[in-house]
């Protein structure tokens, strides 16, 4: 093994344990709050998970299948994505993605 395939090994080794860290705190906090602080540590999560991939927006959705509707429940997005609106259903817009997700 060469030197650069070495590092390349132990940087995605690093990366990963940072990941997992981040996964085991979020639950960690999830495990000791109380009931009403859902909501603010599902919005911490998500900006924490966002922050770790350096993504611009990171959020859940609830989906219904039997209405065929998919609407952000949970969305943490940067400065410069405008905020995505709750009423607003994502599933006609993204047909392939809802069948899926209602299949799995």
Known sequence: MSAQERNDREEGTAV????Q???TDISARFLSMVPQDV??????AHGNIR???DA????LF?????????HPSHVQVTENIPVMPEKFNYAPGNPWRFA???RE
């Open 100 to 102: 899926k997700l209602v």
């Open 16 to 19: 990963q344990l940072r990941f």
């Open 21 to 23: 860290k981040l996964l």
């Open 62 to 70: 609830r989906i219904n299948p039997q209405t065929g509707e998919g």
């Open 51 to 53: 922050g770790f991939f």
């Open 56 to 59: 611009n927006i990171c959020g």
């Open 39 to 44: 909501d603010a540590e599902i919005d911490g």
